[in-house]
């Protein structure tokens, strides 16, 4: 019998591994809650057809793909074998839309990252969002989210930002990195990211072309304003992060972009059982998790860009269809997976950031709750845990269900406590997209399966 | 294609986010906080932080950067936690 295989996200990891998986023979579906396929990093622009994402119009015309586009997988199943996807298409949060449960004989998680957004004084200001949302907002949407950006946080990803909101006419006033930049790449990080070497030297040219300033080990520490962002105070930091004295500046901007480093979109995984290792699903050379069936691709994995994801997809695809590992793909996983260690090395978070935030900054935008709120319930009430933690404080049960805060707050109670938090704890949500009551009530039985 | 934003017309194209709508209409908040009253509008971006709820056709907790606008969306700010509108 064909093998069904359900891939789920369209980004450059999806993409390849349902190709994979379709040429090797299985009937594939690729589902993704955008309107159209190529995840962040081949964003398209409002109305643009899948033919401008590489593998798009294969994709398209391939007679074992069926592409759902607009429709968001809310949990998945397991079976005897295999497992029962749930999705649910229409309209974004709309209501009326149209569920449908697919079944998997095997599962392709590539659900990707999002950026990591650390806590300071007026980070909750509007005009203060997050690196990826000027990108997505400016690729997609082809509009600048200011005038006058501050881009601040770590990684090589701040370049493209930055470029991209010069694309769409807004002054970057400085693009701030807060570790030490292209000084901290180890030798093998430099070779096997050579070709990436020469994109970071056209963004250079680029940032020189219209005088951007690029700063290492800077950052924006306060962002000032009533009822939107009308300054910044940026400082230098050490090399914990901690902020130098005397170093601050003030620089009026009407939207900063932060960004440091990605946190791996993991519920879906949670809910599949599969093992997590640094907060990242564990896979063996085939890229197979630790539950049978159950394959993961892309930042799911570990955080190393749009050609890693793509190669790890082609694996996962072919060997969710039952075939060998490629071998071409599987040489490019292996130099792509040595880049992104040594990334992970040259832009770590630093502990110091944790004397960033003021005790009224909240640390929970979506509850409210406060760095000194969170501190209280930490230590007086002996809040050890993640569970505990968030049932005294109420930090991460909001609607975002502690995908932003999480991690930050994880961190910042240990420190307060000297106790452990898994941070993927917070990843523990029965329902990876939210659904309407009359969704949740509808009678399964009516669903087309 | 045509939309209003508390109670204004407003312009909208083909595949146009509400948060790309709001913003080109110089709106950088559309919500208040349930507790503080605090405005708040896009964060993430990709539907990943819930800070960009905005009330559409009297249905709240729209994701602003993730609905897709449509001929004819009333789309208005929204107050703390709200319950959808009765209609028929
Ligand atoms: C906002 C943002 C912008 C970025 N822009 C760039 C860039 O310009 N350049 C760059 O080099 N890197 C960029 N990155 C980094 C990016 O993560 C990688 O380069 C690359 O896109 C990762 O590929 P992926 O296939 O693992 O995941 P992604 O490309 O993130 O694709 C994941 C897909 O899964 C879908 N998805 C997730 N959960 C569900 C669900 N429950 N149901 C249905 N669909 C779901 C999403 O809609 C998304 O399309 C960006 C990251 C973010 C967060
Ligand atoms: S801005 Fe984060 S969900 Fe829309």
Partial sequence: ?449 | MNVTVDGEPQPARAGQTVAALLLAAARVSWRDTRAGGRPRGLFCGIGVCFDCLVVVNGIPDVRACQRVVADGDEIRTQHGAELPEARS
């Fill in chain 1, 1 to 449: 019998m064909t093998r069904r295989v359900v891939v789920v996200g369209a980004g450059p990891a999806g993409v390849s591994a349902a190709l994979a998986a379709a040429d090797a023979g299985a009937q594939v579906t690729l589902v993704d809650s955008a309107p159209t396929v190529g995840g962040q990093f081949h964003r398209q622009p409002a109305g643009a057809g899948p033919d401008k994402v590489p593998g798009g119009s294969r994709l398209v015309e391939h007679p074992r793909v069926r592409l759902l586009t607009d429709t968001v997988v809310w949990t998945v199943e397991p079976l005897h074998s295999g497992h029962l996807v749930h999705v649910r298409t229409g309209q974004a949060d709309g209501p009326g839309r149209h569920g449908e449960a697919l079944t998997a004989d095997a599962l392709v998680l590539a659900t990707g990252a999002y950026d990591r957004a650390l806590p300071f004084p007026g980070w909750d200001l509007p005009g203060v969002v997050t690196a990826g949302a000027a990108q997505a907002l400016a690729k997609g949407q082809g509009i600048a989210i200011g005038d006058r950006v501050l881009v601040a946080g770590t990684g090589p990803f701040l370049l493209p930002v930055a470029q991209s909101l010069v694309g769409v006419g807004a002054q970057v006033v400085e693009v701030l990195e807060a570790n030490g930049g292209i000084r901290g790449w180890t030798p093998s990080a430099l070779v096997a990211g050579r070709g990436k070497l020469a994109e970071l030297a056209g963004y250079a040219r680029l940032l020189a072309t219209h005088r951007v300033p690029y700063r290492t080990r800077r950052t924006v520490i306060a962002a000032h304003g009533e009822d939107r962002v009308t300054s910044v105070t940026t400082a230098a930091l050490d090399r914990e992060w901690r902020v130098k004295p005397g170093t601050e500046r003030r620089l009026p901007v009407d939207a900063v972009c932060v960004g440091f480093g990605f946190t791996p979109q993991l519920e879906l995984a949670v809910s599949a059982r599969c093992e997590l290792v640094d907060g990242f699903v564990e896979v063996t050379p085939t890229q197979e998790t630790s539950v049978p069936g159950v394959f993961a691709a892309g930042e799911l994995t570990g955080i190393g860009g749009a050609d890693l994801a793509a190669a790890e997809g082609t694996i996962a695809g072919a060997c969710a269809a039952g075939q060998a590992i490629p071998e071409a793909a599987l040489r490019k996983a292996r130099r792509g997976r040595t880049f992104a260690a040594g990334l992970a090395n040259a832009y770590p978070v630093r502990p110091g950031w944790r004397t960033w935030p003021a005790d009224d900054t909240l640390v929970c935008r979506c509850e409210e709750v406060t760095l000194g709120a969170l501190r209280t319930a930490a230590r007086e009430r002996d809040a050890l845990g993640v569970r505990s933690l968030k049932l005294t404080s109420r930090v991460g049960l909001g609607l975002c269900q502690g995908r932003v805060c999480g991690r930050n707050a994880a961190e910042l109670a240990a420190g307060y406590t000297g106790g452990h938090y898994d941070p993927s704890d917070t990843a523990r949500r029965p329902i990876a997209a939210p659904l309407r009551l009359g969704e949740l009530a509808e009678d399964p039985e009516k669903e087309n399966t």
